[in-house]
């Protein structure tokens, strides 16, 4: 009853921004536009992006112009719930909000490397934003070196993490990436334990842990397949963090010798016994199945609970995602049929 | 008091300079301005730059001196310079051997410290660092590794691996430890730990036996590098102190002479045409008497001109403020410096504020006993320490006292003295209109009224000082405030002794008119200097602003005088405040008191209605007095090449 009461805002309001998310007959509609000035007064008419369109021409937006302002409607969705939820709500909110900092920093991160200047654009979120955050975003973007950019970064929580990978010569960006990543989500694991209890807990450790141990798979396989990283370099970039997996599947996983061997550890590993659809060919889609069914599930039980949010967001997210998907894949011209593989799962 | 001031000018051939600070300027008070600045209007001056030559020497004095760790005198006049350059000199070249293998020694310490750092988390590490580097088969890596990557290496990889790590120490960040690899596969195993971001640290192989062996070697070393540097300092400070009396005397020399040098800093010099020769132009205040006897001083001397002018010779600047107040005002000046200096053509408020705020102190705690303990303690401690609140606190003891003996009270006992005016809890007038109060309470809103008549006065005055017409005649505390509030001081006087009130044509004048003209004072000002924008822009916004202000200035009339209760309600509650006491210490009754009880409340009545009263007296003092004349927007007169009096 506590729970009703407590979640009944959040999770009206959540129920009402659900209405506005893409359903499968608009992805579909969307996916059979033939042009991207078509796709996008599609979105635009599209009760979800109306606001972040309003009074822009189809016609004059550049393509990265466009993903940001999709980005921008995932704050907008975040700063809504965040003004919906009560105190011990918002404790789950501030400690998944460090993920929009991550972007930030990343793409700053990026045009040092790249030697470009760069210019965010969080105009739209730039309020909550600093409220939030202690970065400066404005200062970043204009470091020319990593050595400035960890300078400046100096009183937040990212610096001992980010310095480390300094101290070492010759780290690329891909280091820093790695190390930041690498943070937030041990942090995130941490911080879970302090901050919540009782069911609010168990329900994020079931989405993020399943999220942790599925990204972990990707990455294994990844590396393996791609880049023949040796299994202790693997072992050094894996989130240390195992929900259902176990460390004997993880070391299979990790020295398996071919994609036989991989295969046949992977299926013995939860995922594998509970969804036997899940195989090197379905990973990346099994991911997003996965998770949503995990989520959907949750929300499903305790449609009063942190759950719904957790979905939400997920939802929202991953919508984002396919949109994206959706316009490069009508750019490029690519037939309906096949766009609708990549984006309905 | 503000002392009279005179603008000087003075010049002289450029390389006189020197003289000219250290004959006279160092005798007179003067208050250097920048003379480029102030004579913005000459063409053809340029800044007087050239490096101080004393510098470097007096940076070296100072070191010396903080050596042997004694203070700088204050003056060292008599020394004389050459002396004092020699000295230092001399001493320099005598101590730069012992200097130099203390740096050398401080450099050795250094390094130790580096080495001792990296070692000394394998100081668990119990085992021979020669042997090691003996071992044919086996190799083994110094080094430290975060912690997650540690984890993982136990979680994974080390179970399957030819390798044992030994952990010998863990801070926050990482642990730190030696693995140790066969020689042969070393290289796959070397590739594995690096991909665990282990970092290696290589051990100096310049050690014996254990690292912890080492590192007591170490310590050694730096305690004996240690000892060796305080030997130095000890060598130092001998050679130092043989000498130390010539040397501070010689310091302050110095430091007087770089100070003198520093004078060019202030000055301007001529632009000189082919031979012509180069002036050098000071300028400055100085107080009258002392320019002229400055004036009379120079007469003789040839090189050196002076022009005296008059403090409105110089527009731009205002001259500084130096404040002159007998001896037993002086410590009052603190109050005013507080809220800022009177500027130059104000009125000094020091002798008001000293007076008025001893004799409200003492009406508002009024007790024989506790104020002579005031005074007395107050005048030891200025006496010993010289602080100047506790001069305060003495003055203002001293009317308790006086109060105390008008009150009839000591130590809170109220039946041992004949009050020789009234008891201020139980004297009572009846008036009109409003019916029995505390005598007290009468006189304080009556003294009140009488305080702010006066600052009136003083508002005027300040006002036809400074020319300034809005404020002398149609302000709030102009002459137009003056009449409005006389008038009603002499209404209510009227009204509450009984007599028969003025005719009402009267009253209309005397507060209808003034009332008008304040109301009306920034155009009627604007009118009087004859300037054209007297008219009000808006004026509708001018009538609505007018009469807020008007309703405002009643209102401030009435709370400012109504504040003055506070003196007759402290004086009321000392009263009351000791009465509680003796009713603790159960002396009420006529029985025999508890003579400690008495003795700590007088204490604690003494130091919290002392503090409390202080602070209720400053705050009639600045908010009801000196907002209404008083601006202290001036600058400290500080005399060149003097340290400032604190």
């Not at chain 1, 608009?26 to 309003?54: M, R, W």
């Not at chain 1, 929300?299 to 991953?318: C, G, N, Q, T, W």
């Not at chain 2, 053809?44 to 010396?64: C, D, G, I, M, Q």
Request: net charge negative; hydrophobic share 40%; charged share 20%.
């Amino acid at each position: 009853m506590g729970q009703l009461l407590a979640y009944s805002g959040t999770a009206t309001k959540i129920r009402a921004m659900h209405s506005h998310l893409f359903t499968n007959e608009e992805y579909k509609e969307l996916a059979h536009l033939s042009t991207v000035t078509e796709a996008l007064t599609y979105i635009k008419q599209h009760p979800g992006y109306s606001d972040i369109f309003q009074g822009r021409e189809e016609f004059s937006l550049h393509r990265g112009e466009i993903e940001r302002m999709l980005t921008n409607s995932i704050y907008i969705a975040f700063q809504k719930i965040y003004r919906f939820s009560s105190v011990y709500q918002r404790s789950f909110l501030s400690m998944y909000f460090p993920r929009y900092e991550l972007v930030v920093l990343k793409s700053c991160m990026r045009s040092i490397f790249d030697k470009r200047t760069f210019e965010p654009d969080v105009s739209i979120f730039q309020d909550f934003f600093n409220h939030h955050s202690k970065i400066d975003i404005s200062a970043l973007a204009s470091c020319q070196t990593m050595d400035e950019f960890i300078r400046c970064l100096k009183d937040s929580v990212y610096y001992p993490c980010l310095l480390k990978v300094s101290d070492k010569h010759s780290s690329t960006l891909w280091d820093y990436e790695m190390a930041l990543d690498l943070f937030y989500f041990t942090n995130f694991w941490k911080k879970k334990d302090q901050l919540l209890k009782g069911s609010a807990l168990k329900i994020i450790s079931e989405s993020y842990g399943t999220k942790m141990d599925l990204l972990n798979i990707d990455w294994i396989y990844r590396s393996k397949h791609f880049y023949q990283m040796s299994a202790s370099e693997i072992y050094a970039i894996l989130i240390p963090v195992h929900y259902h997996l176990k460390k004997e599947d993880i070391k299979r996983l990790v020295e398996a010798s071919d994609g036989k061997d991989f295969e046949e550890a992977l299926s013995k590993t939860y995922y594998g016994v509970h969804y036997p659809e899940y195989n090197i060919q379905s990973m990346e889609s099994m991911y997003n199945i996965i998770r949503h069914k995990v989520n959907r599930d949750n929300a499903r039980r305790d449609p009063y609970s942190i759950a719904v949010m957790i979905s939400y967001l997920f939802e929202k997210e991953h919508e984002v995602d396919r949109l994206t998907t959706a316009l490069e894949c009508i750019r490029y011209g690519i037939s309906p049929t096949e766009t609708l593989n990549y984006i309905i799962y | 008091m503000i002392v009279k001031m005179k603008f000087l000018s003075i010049t002289g051939p450029q390389d006189d300079i020197d003289r000219v600070v250290e004959q006279y300027l160092s005798k007179y008070e003067i208050h250097l301005e920048n003379a480029l600045s102030n004579l913005n209007t000459v063409e053809k001056l340029r800044p007087y730059a050239e490096s101080n030559p004393y510098r470097e020497l007096l940076v070296k004095a100072k070191e010396f001196c903080r050596q042997i760790s004694s203070s700088v005198p204050d003056f060292a006049e008599s020394f004389p310079k050459e002396q004092a350059v020699e000295l230092i000199q001399s001493l320099d070249t005598q101590i730069s051997a012992i200097r130099d293998q203390k740096t050398e020694l401080q450099h050795q310490l250094e390094e130790a410290n580096t080495s001792l750092k990296k070692i000394l988390p394998f100081s668990s590490f119990d085992f021979d660092l020669h042997t090691l580097l003996g071992f044919r088969f086996i190799k083994y890596r110094f080094g430290k590794i975060a912690h997650e990557h540690y984890t993982k290496l136990q979680k994974y990889i080390y179970d399957d691996l030819d390798t044992i790590f030994c952990n010998c120490y863990a801070d926050q960040e990482y642990v730190w430890g030696v693995y140790f690899v066969p020689s042969v596969g070393a290289e796959k195993i070397d590739a594995v730990y690096s991909s665990m971001h282990f970092e290696r640290t290589h051990i100096p192989d310049d050690y014996t036996g254990t690292p912890k062996d080492a590192c007591a070697a170490l310590n050694e070393k730096i305690q004996f590098l240690e000892n060796q540097i305080s030997d130095c300092d000890k060598k130092l400070s001998e050679i130092l102190y043989k000498q130390k009396d010539q040397l501070l005397l010689a310091t302050a020399r110095l430091e007087q002479m770089s100070v003198n040098f520093d004078v060019r800093k202030l000055a301007a010099c001529t632009t000189a045409k082919k031979d012509q020769q180069v002036f050098y132009i000071l300028c400055g205040w100085m107080a009258e008497s002392d320019a002229a006897a400055f004036q009379k001083d120079i007469e003789e001397d040839e090189k050196i001109f002076c022009i005296i002018e008059d403090e409105q010779a110089n527009p731009l600047e205002q001259p500084p403020t130096k404040l002159k107040n007998p001896r037993i005002f002086k410590p009052f000046e603190m109050f005013i410096r507080m809220y800022g200096l009177p500027a130059y053509n104000e009125i000094d408020p020091t002798v008001f504020v000293a007076l008025t705020y001893a004799f409200i102190f003492g009406a508002m705690f009024g007790d024989v006993g506790q104020g002579l303990l005031l005074a007395v303690g107050g005048f030891l401690l200025y006496r010993f320490k010289k602080i100047n609140l506790a001069a305060i606190v003495s003055c203002a003891g001293v009317f308790s006292t006086i109060f105390g003996f008008l009150f009839g009270s000591i130590f809170g006992f109220e039946d041992v003295l004949k009050p020789l005016w009234l008891r201020p809890v139980n004297h009572m007038t009846t008036i009109p209109f409003i019916g029995k109060l505390n005598t007290v309470f009468i006189v304080a809103i009556a003294f009140g009224m009488i305080l702010i008549v006066i600052t009136m006065i003083f508002h005027i005055i300040n006002g036809l000082k400074s020319k300034d017409a809005e404020a002398t005649w149609f302000d709030t505390n102009g002459l137009a405030g003056l009449i409005f509030y006389s008038a009603i001081v002499l209404t209510i006087i009227l009204f509450m002794t009984g007599h028969a009130l003025p005719a009402a044509i009267v009253l209309v004048i005397m507060f209808g008119i003034p009332l008008i003209l304040i109301a009306l004072k920034e155009p009627l000002g604007k009118l009087v200097e004859k300037r054209a924008d007297y008219m009000p822009k808006q004026k509708g916004m001018f009538v609505v602003q007018t009469f807020f202000e008007l309703f405002e200035v009643l209102l401030s009339y009435f709370s400012n005088t109504l504040s003055f209760v506070r003196i007759g309600a402290f004086a009321v509650s000392h009263a009351a405040m000791m009465e509680v006491v003796l009713m603790l210490a159960g002396a009420e009754n006529g029985g025999s008191p508890n003579w400690i009880v008495i003795i700590l409340g007088n204490l604690f009545v003494c130091g919290m209605e002392g503090l409390i009263v202080g602070i209720q007296v400053l705050r009639l003092e600045y908010y009801e007095m000196f907002s209404r004349f008083y601006h202290g927007t001036g600058h400290e007169f500080q005399p060149f090449g003097k340290k400032l009096a604190k």
